[in-house]
């Protein structure tokens, strides 16, 4: 069945930086687009970045120029590398396959001084 497993979560200052890891399992991972979104408390979940099969890339215009999305279709997995952390990005972030109607647990970001 479909899994999609977050990781890399953490407690970080504002300025610092964390990398997410989603590891995907049960689906072609290379035929798919892959999103990652965030919630935050009390908020809408939020389309936080894309990447296509081809490789091209979006961004919300909150984390552009700060956060950078990859894949790896030799593993299965895509990447959030996520720079210069604002309070504001505090919230669970989680991965998504578009199409697929699978959320896994997500990873809980803080970015707090």
């Known amino acids: 069945q479909v899994q999609l497993v977050e990781s890399g979560g953490g407690l970080v200052q504002p300025g610092g930086s964390l990398r997410l890891s989603c590891a995907a399992s049960?689906?072609?991972?290379?035929?798919?687009?892959m999103d990652w979104y965030r919630q935050a408390p009390g908020k809408q979940r939020e389309l936080v970045a894309t990447?296509?099969?081809?490789?091209?890339?979006t961004y919300a215009d909150s984390v552009k120029g700060r956060f950078t999305i990859s894949r790896d279709n030799a593993k299965n997995t895509v990447s959030l590398q996520m720079n210069n952390l604002k309070p504001e990005d505090t919230a669970v972030y989680f991965c998504?396959?578009?199409?697929?109607?699978?959320w896994g647990q997500g990873t809980q970001v803080t970015v707090s001084s």
């Open positions: 998504t396959a578009r199409g697929i109607h699978y």
């Open positions: 990447i296509t099969r081809a490789y091209s890339t």
């Open positions: 049960g689906i072609i991972f290379s035929i798919y687009v």
